[in-house]
């Protein structure tokens, strides 16, 4: 349980400095210019600062060098291009898997026409919407760890 300190609003103080309009934190600064002009560039060039510095301390090591002679046995994109690499690897008409790619962004784009009437933020009375959500994520899981396997087992992950 919190206490809180309401403004005794009957202070001929408190109500001169709401009359001023310094009334909206506790030691009536006001934000404009003291925070924004001197306050924000102090954390800003700092945080500028710690990165530089430890960027020159510490730099990232960039791994062992490439052989451009030697290509590796499976070529694999990074973790978030598995679900399209995946589909692209499975469809064996290329240009059905990029139609398919495309009707990703067609089908959300049509989720908000097809639930207009709804003017509910929540998800459980957005059926559509958040039908729409946990089917797209189920795929885009199932097709990304298919990705990594054979291309015998993308589609079922061998458990069919």
Known sequence: MSILKKPDL??????AKLAKGMGHNYYGEPAWPNDLLYVFPVV?????ACVVGLSVLEPSALGEKADPFATPLEILPEW??????NLLRVIPNKLLGVLSMAAVPAGLITVPFLENVNKFQNPFRRPVASLTFIVGTFVAIWLGIGATMPINQALTLGLF
């Open 80 to 85: 978030y291009f598995f679900p399209t690499f």
């Open 44 to 48: 800003i060039l700092g945080t500028i």
């Open 10 to 15: 009957t202070d001929a103080k408190l109500r």
